[in-house]
């Protein structure tokens, strides 16, 4: 399939669809992990990208949090785009304000229009059952 093809076929309402499942994915996250900071504009804000969800869940590091959720089917990236394989803390991330700590413990959501309520659902367990766990076993 080219492009003009896929750009043809993309479905109307993917952005309404995506930005659905982005607020019921953060409205989850809030609710199962209080502490949860929202990185990047609020959710209602034009410049919020309707497919991506940026979050810091303290006090567990994103990579030990990427490789749980990895192993129960959740993949997730963590920092930002930006910093995607790079061992640093994300300058994007910091440059919006995020203090180090907040920035290493970032998570990056990237949503399709395949993703269902069902998926959220599931995906806001999985962190929750891992979160739970993995607080106890930060470094000091």
């Given at each position: ?20 499942r ?94 269902t ?24």
């Amino acid at each position: 399939m080219g492009l003009g093809e896929a750009v043809r076929t993309y479905p109307a309402d993917a952005a309404q669809a995506m930005l659905a499942r982005k607020r019921q994915l953060w409205e989850g996250i809030q609710a199962a992990i209080p502490n949860a900071r929202l990185n990047g504009p609020a959710l209602d804000d034009p410049a919020s990208a309707p497919h991506v969800l940026n979050v810091s869940l303290q006090p567990v590091r994103s990579q030990t949090m990427l490789f749980a959720l990895e192993g129960d089917g959740v993949y997730v990236s963590a920092g930002s785009a930006c910093a995607a394989h790079k061992q640093k803390v994300s300058g994007v991330l910091t440059a919006m304000g995020l203090s180090n700590a907040e920035a290493d413990c970032a998570l990056r959501f990237s949503l399709c229009p395949d993703v269902t309520a069902e998926d959220i659902d599931y995906t806001v367990i999985t962190l929750k059952k891992h979160y739970d766990m993995l607080k106890a076993f930060v470094r000091r």
